[in-house]
């Protein structure tokens, strides 16, 4: 970990020393990522606050779903633009362009999704995300019904809406302790 | 579980038979709580999910912080009021009645939270969970630097960033799903 | 009147001696009501703007109408909802839970009206209500032909359109004036 | 009555013959406007229902206050800006420019009042009427306190409030039902 | 050029003396309007910027296009009422009141353009106009294939946008600089 | 040009053989930036309507000012970003790039520009014109004096008012007609 910048505007130190499970997670991702991402070390100064976090993350990120991690990670984008989330448009922009291999999409998602040539599935998917996260209060059985005529089943459903809540929280999280992403995502996979 | 009816508007069967962690679990609701809250119900067609979204709430809601438990019932209610949740509102309502022994404070966060008579520290508080909910965009240091002059730490900040941004994400999940609270929250603490 | 706070904000007190007319009104209120709701008695400053006011919402709240009393309390509620107005909130979520015997009706119309299992005519009248609130200057002749279409009739629209005016004035009168219901509304009919 | 138009896009034609105070009332209008206003010919289908509308209006727009009847014009016109209410803008522009001798300050109160050189009195007035038109939820305290640095008694504010959600009504009314100005308005005090 | 108020709140006081160029075009404006609109007298402190912003305007309102005169000038007051510009509502009030012949359909653009009695075409043409005003964000093909439907051309689609385009830029220059319009406007085809 | 794709979603082929003013310039480009930019060629229909556009788009961003091509760059950016134009972003986010040698800066321009770590007068600047973008309705005096208090003159609040009334016009023309991007712009400069 040789950035040494503070992951957010907030004065909370990680624990010192680092316990050997953080120590190991991080050492994971310096190894897969290049980078151990500012979101964790963020929360290095709580290891049940860390892993409570994470379990959740990969859970709705990397577990089963009938959502690739690419449909994931456009979620992901989409809600933050909404948000204005420097961090999470960042780093999960970064990872639409690995996932996808198609720079130019991750860069529509940022900057306006309407004009990002989806087909009818998608579309729908990112409609209906992007109506949770500015209109919450609005949702209908006729929005849930309108994703499953594009094919997603109820448990799809569940992933897409439990996905844009975990965007609708990180992103205030973010926002709320100016949690900036590591440089290392503005280059990459461009 | 006398409570047959599903808690969301979801076709997602809770796990049949009820592995043996839930089912303890749920016992323990029961008796504490005299029901098992629906949120939970909804979550139990999947072990790992309930247990992920579980061990957050906990570590958030009932966890070690600087903020009171009523505190931090008091920033789910007036997020949920913003996000027009009738789940949250009809539960953490409920709460708040419950924590605070004032049945009309619990009333005026669910109406409008700027007419109830908070001391400066709560009202701040409150302020910059509700701007953190309707325009996250816009957070800046002097939103930070308001919450230390009436007297919150670095980590009381996190933890107010982080409840809000915890109900930010369970009043979509609620709305996208149709989550329904349990009767039984509407008459309590009256 | 057993009740001293003041009514409002505002440093308006009531003549004295309260003139004969206003006696006999509030001590019918007393009787019937168990209070004198502060709306009017933030009105007692002065005798002829009590008695406009009354008599301009007895003829729309219980004057003859297409819609019943419960009806025009549902739209109240859902206005009232939408402007955040306390006062409004607490003594009209009493009447409708008084009303309809149906408390979590009251509940779901304070929190948010789209959850409530309305038939589709009672919802078409609170989605106009609700427009007509946020959005008036784009009300047209389709909006009033999707009312027609429900069944109500151009008189029964004329009194959707004056409800739901009236609670656009009081909201904001309450608002401005800091006008506090009364605690008696709180508990009532739950 | 010689226009013949129907006052509102519904169907509800007036009482016929018309009541001898109604004819008497219209009669009045006639002679000292040149006309019978739209909204009262709106009103005629119910006796009852034009004198409760009529009373409030003489009550508020023309009984005693600290605030002028050019003042309460402007209140109108500023809150039907917001509201863009074709037949308040129409009617009560054309009573500003009237009563004000200043027609070019009607069209800045139609079309934008923050560029009319107001004093500072009046200025703080019209921005306490559009906040509460905008945004009534969020009025407090410190809204009225502003009102009261510039002059405004306690009374005064009240009559901004009651005027400010009066138009805030009939803008609703007017946008609800259809309703139209009568075409004399637009030419008057040019 | 009599009317020696400065056209707008900014220090930008003409070249002097002024370019032969300009001294003509001024000369024509007040032969043929009978005064210089103080949006050229704004740009008269370069002679550059006066004429690339001219000839712009020249192309756009008085070149030619599938839509008429009167056509763009609706445009410029449909879009200048969203965006509350008193200089713009003013020129351009007067110019839909002068080309129509009509000042009820110019109070009425200016006023709320959907009370305006249209026909489909036109107000499909300023739906859209008000669309791409308010949330050009959301703009898509549909929006295109409605205009088309009621007998558009592309390139007349190409011409509604950059009139809309056009005065957005027009209004928040003027709203900017705090320009204000002639005084002859006002009063101008009533 | 060998980009053959059309630069809109309208049916607008270019003139038919190009006019040789509009050949040179497009050869220039072609050197100059390795692409003719689909903005000009979305013009090349009309050779008046791209003389006009470009005589001002080089007027503002390339002609003499206080404001240096960087700044008004960024304005661009911040500009595009609240109106979501895809087309803007792209072109000028990549301007920011290169003319600051700061990939990041680029970034968080597009994302947020309150991340941006700017000095004061940069931050004003970019503030009026999110304001102008976002509400010119409320510019007034107070706004103007910002800009004077940190440092700007008033010919300089000229350039930050056109420059920010530019790119609202170019956001609009770009999202109604649906122009795309040069591909070339996305890798550029990272």
């Known amino acids: 970990m040789t950035d040494q910048t503070a992951p957010t505007a907030l004065d909370l130190p990680p624990l010192e020393p680092l316990p050997a499970g953080m120590q190991k997670y991080f050492g994971i991702c310096q190894d897969k990522l290049g980078m151990v991402p500012n979101v964790l070390r963020a929360h ?65 998602l940022v900057m306006n999704y309407r004009v990002a040539p989806l087909d009818a599935r998608q579309r729908a998917m990112l409609d209906f995300a992007v109506k949770v996260t500015k209109a919450s209060t609005e949702i209908e059985e006729a929005d849930r019904e309108m994703l499953r005529q594009v094919g997603f089943s109820d448990r799809d459903i569940w992933d897409i809406a439990n996905v844009t809540g975990f965007y609708n929280m990180s992103n205030r999280v973010a926002s709320a302790t100016g949690m900036v992403p590591n440089d290392e995502y503005h280059a990459q996979f461009r």
Chains 1, 2, 3, 4, 5, 6 share one sequence.
């Not at 860390?50 to 009938?66: P, R, V």
């Not at 690739?68 to 979620?75: D, G, T």
């Not at 933050?80 to 999470?88: I, L, R």
């Open 44 to 108: 290095a100064f709580d290891e049940n606050k860390l892993n409570t976090f994470s379990a959740l993350y990969n859970e709705l990120m990397l577990g089963d779903s009938g959502l690739s991690k690419l449909e994931r990670e456009m979620i992901a984008v989409a809600v933050s633009a909404v948000n204005g989330c420097f961090y999470c448009l960042a780093a999960h922009g970064a990872a639409v362009r690995q996932l996808s291999g198609d720079p130019k999409l991750g860069e529509m």
